[in-house]
């Protein structure tokens, strides 16, 4: 009776709930602001209303969001596919202008400290209430603040009107990745990995961090954190996330683990 179906391995079980709609998460902290793609996200709650989304605690955006304890989810347009996609492959930490060179452009929300997307469809505000550590994720639980949409959105969203797109995933490695993406109309968009010194410097500094910490078996996490950015000099707080990313999925043998005083 199951003989049609194939075992899938481990690492491709997410691949199974795709195509996933695609977002772009918006945040900032005074005037650092970012914006990253992100297909991870759920309705948790209708009464209090509550949002969820699943982060790295390596991306750039997390330590924003934990800090300033508000984020945006915004929905947009097939047609800024390639925008969303960059967003996504490229870090701020590496690229101070991300935001400006995706394209898009970031504007003040309707609730102090939160940033949105001026191009989305619809727009979440969120203000962050818990963060659930969930493996090498963590899900940030978000108090909806205000949610607002187009005229293509009226209780439903209008087959018509609003074409979004949906992500099936990616094929190929490092530079070779192409990822795929789909609209409701059956339309297929390809974007590949940029080739800029942003993505090469982060690749770099990951590989260095990586082969460091390696090297620290039974260290504490945060004094770990500290001896990889002495000998690597790479920043402090990226030598943690990245440490705490690597200890999570088993990577390296380290105590401790994040604490909420490290996004004070």
Same mark, same amino acid.
Not at 160 to 179: D, I
């Given at each position: 009776?199951?003989?049609?179906?194939?075992?899938?391995?481990?690492?491709?079980?997410?691949?199974?709930?795709?195509?996933?709609?695609?977002? !772009?998460?918006? *945040? /900032? #902290?005074?005037?650092?602001?970012? +914006?990253?793609?992100?297909?991870?996200?759920?309705?948790?709650? =209708?009464?209090?209303?509550?949002?969820?989304?699943?982060?790295?605690?390596?991306?750039?955006?997390?330590?924003?969001?934990?800090?300033?304890?508000?984020?945006?989810?915004?929905?947009?347009?097939?047609?800024?596919?390639?925008?969303?996609?960059?967003?996504?492959?490229?870090?701020?930490?590496?690229?101070?202008?991300?935001?400006?060179?995706?394209?898009?452009?970031?504007?003040?929300?309707?609730?102090?400290?939160?940033?949105?997307?001026?191009?989305?469809?619809? !727009?979440?505000? *969120? /203000? #962050?209430?818990?963060?659930?550590? +969930?493996?090498?994720?963590?899900?940030?639980?978000?108090?909806? =603040?205000?949610?607002?949409?187009?005229?293509?959105?009226?209780?439903?969203?209008?087959?018509?009107?609003?074409?979004?797109?949906?992500?099936?995933?990616?094929?190929?490695?490092?530079?070779?990745?192409?990822?795929?993406?789909?609209?409701?109309?059956?339309?297929?968009?390809?974007?590949?990995?940029?080739?800029?010194?942003?993505?090469?410097?982060?690749?770099?500094?990951?590989?260095?961090?990586?082969?460091?910490?390696?090297?620290?078996?039974?260290?504490?996490?945060?004094?770990?954190?500290?001896?990889?950015?002495?000998?690597?000099?790479?920043?402090?707080?990226?030598?943690?996330?990245?440490?705490?990313?690597?200890?999570?999925?088993?990577?390296?043998?380290?105590?401790?683990?994040?604490?909420?005083?490290?996004?004070?």
């Amino acid at each position: 009776m199951l003989t049609r179906y194939r075992d899938v391995p481990e690492d491709y079980v997410y691949r199974l709930f795709y195509p996933a709609p695609v977002y !772009v998460l918006s *945040c /900032a #902290l005074g005037k650092d602001e970012d +914006a990253l793609a992100a297909v991870w996200v759920t309705p948790l709650y =209708l009464k209090p209303c509550k949002v969820g989304v699943v982060l790295s605690p390596e991306r750039y955006s997390y330590s924003l969001i934990r800090r300033s304890k508000r984020y945006a989810i915004n929905k947009l347009a097939f047609r800024y596919t390639s925008q969303m996609a960059f967003l996504g492959d490229v870090s701020k930490r590496f690229q101070t202008d991300k935001v400006e060179a995706s394209g898009l452009h970031m504007v003040v929300g309707r609730n102090p400290g939160v940033r949105v997307i001026r191009e989305a469809d619809a !727009v979440i505000e *969120c /203000a #962050l209430s818990s963060t659930v550590e +969930a493996g090498d994720h963590d899900i940030l639980v978000g108090d909806v =603040l205000a949610a607002y949409a187009t005229a293509d959105f009226d209780a439903i969203w209008s087959s018509e009107g609003h074409s979004y797109s949906s992500y099936l995933g990616s094929v190929g490695e490092a530079e070779t990745t192409r990822r795929i993406f789909v609209s409701p109309e059956g339309e297929v968009r390809e974007t590949r990995w940029p080739r800029s010194d942003a993505v090469a410097k982060r690749n770099r500094d990951h590989r260095a961090i990586e082969e460091a910490g390696l090297a620290l078996k039974g260290m504490e996490l945060h004094e770990a954190a500290k001896s990889v950015s002495s000998r690597t000099g790479i920043h402090y707080r990226e030598s943690l996330v990245f440490l705490e990313e690597m200890r999570r999925q088993g990577l390296v043998h380290l105590g401790g683990r994040l604490l909420p005083s490290d996004f004070e």
